[in-house]
């Protein structure tokens, strides 16, 4: 009984038929590893204080160096701190983004295979906090490859997101 289970399969394909299956595009996020501008390093970093009686560092790291393992990317008037690997772990994601000038920002988002989907966004407009820094929450409703850009200034930060959460 073995080999019977697999002879509709033999079947089917000496009749050049077809099992349907789903298509699964692969999803390449962007991975830009852009240098940032020195404020950015300088917010990031002067978050991080360590006690007041502890050794100050004697070399102070390049941005560079800094920024080699991160994944910034950026315009002369908006920079986003994308998730390192580009992959969305669960079905939202907070982007970190750090303005030139304050303007506002618009977010569009969609399925890179163009499939209706569901996309919000919250945004932290409180122009307080760090030196122009603001945080932007995307929530999915489903997985798979998203194209993103953020718009401001008449200017666009275009890149692709893979959401791999449930």
């Known amino acids: 009984m073995k080999h019977g289970a697999a002879l509709p399969l033999v079947l089917l ?3 050049n038929c077809s099992v349907p299956s789903p298509v699964s595009l692969p999803c390449e996020p962007t991975i830009a590893r852009m240098v940032p501008p020195q404020f950015v390093m300088d917010h990031v970093v002067g978050g ?5 009686n502890s ?4 070399a102070a790291v390049s941005r560079e160096v800094w920024a080699s393992d991160r994944n910034y990317l950026g315009n002369d008037v908006l920079w986003v701190d994308l998730p390192r690997d580009g992959r969305v772990r ?11 000038a304050p303007s506002r920002i618009a977010v569009t988002a969609r399925r890179t295979d163009a499939t209706p989907a569901a996309f919000s966004v919250e945004r932290d407009e409180n122009p307080g906090g760090g030196p122009r820094d603001r945080a932007v929450t995307m929530v999915f409703s489903a997985r798979d490859c998203w194209d993103i850009t953020f718009s401001q200034s008449g200017k666009d930060i275009s890149f692709v997101l893979a959401v791999d959460g449930p």
């Open 13 to 15: 394909l000496l009749l």
């Open 48 to 52: 991080v204080q360590g006690a007041s």
């Open 55 to 58: 050794a100050q560092p004697t």
């Open 90 to 100: 669960g079905r939202s994601v907070s982007i970190s983004t750090y303005e030139i």
